[in-house]
């Protein structure tokens, strides 16, 4: 059975903090890995895509990867109110010749002003 | 360029009811995904089709439920006969093959059986 396991929080911060968004996942075929966010009613969309040991930067989020632990993370520097929201981590396994992605059940972030 | 497009957005009916969801996948994509999100469950796979073909629909919680794809432009989950437990917000995705092509997502189409 392939997880994906994420903190359900919710994850509360003060505006202008960093915000660490925790990740594990059981598969070690997974190679690629990629955050969501998902506002109130709204639908998954992609912020973040990684699949090399380290770090990766897009603006505000930073990625990390390290898979001999099996964990990845998203950091989010300087927290807006506008980031509140649930980030669900996925991480695509091999099946079949197809790659079909687990994703955790997310992590509700609050930013606070 | 279109993303995916579900229909209906919203669906109110009556236990026992049929439900029809509809999607259009982003054109050229090779995998299109039907999903339910509850708050206790979560982002669930209910099936996923390649190239129009179902290859895996052990998500599909009962027969009642049934999803078709009959070309690459459209999908639809159906569900017969509905009950008060089906209300979910059902996500249609679709993508290109590799590890490293992300998922996009319809608007989601929040179903309600009463």
């Known amino acids: 059975q392939k997880e994906v396991e994420q903190n359900s929080g919710p994850l509360s911060v003060p505006e202008g903090a960093i915000a660490s968004l925790n990740c594990t996942y059981s598969?070690?075929?997974?190679?690629?890995f990629f955050w969501y966010r998902q506002y109130s009613g709204k639908s998954p969309e992609l912020i973040m895509f990684?699949?090399?040991?380290g770090d990766k930067e897009d603006g505000r989020f930073t990625a990390q990867l390290n898979k001999a632990s099996q964990y990845v993370s998203l950091l989010i520097r300087d927290s807006q109110p506008s980031d509140s929201a649930t980030y669900l981590c996925?991480?695509?396994?091999?099946?079949?010749?197809?790659?079909?992605?687990?994703f955790g059940r997310g992590t509700s972030l609050i930013v606070h002003p | 360029d279109a993303g995916v497009i579900q229909s209906p957005r919203h669906e109110v009916t009556e236990m026992g009811q049929e439900v029809t969801l509809r999607c259009k996948p982003i054109s050229g994509h090779d995998y299109l995904f039907w999903y339910r999100q509850t708050m206790m469950r979560g982002l669930e796979l209910l099936i996923y089709?390649?190239?129009?073909?179902?290859?895996?629909d052990s998500g599909m919680p009962e027969d009642r439920f049934s999803a078709k794809m009959p070309n690459a432009s459209f999908s639809t989950l159906k569900i017969q006969p509905s009950e008060p437990r089906d209300s979910a917000v059902y996500f249609c995705a679709s993508s290109f093959w590799g590890s490293n092509q992300p998922q996009h997502f319809g608007d989601g189409t929040r179903l309600s059986i009463l």
């Open positions: 089709f390649n190239n129009n073909v179902p290859i895996d």
């Open positions: 598969d070690r075929g997974s190679q690629s």
């Open positions: 990684i699949y090399s040991n």
């Open positions: 996925a991480a695509p396994s091999p099946s079949g010749g197809s790659y079909i992605p687990t």
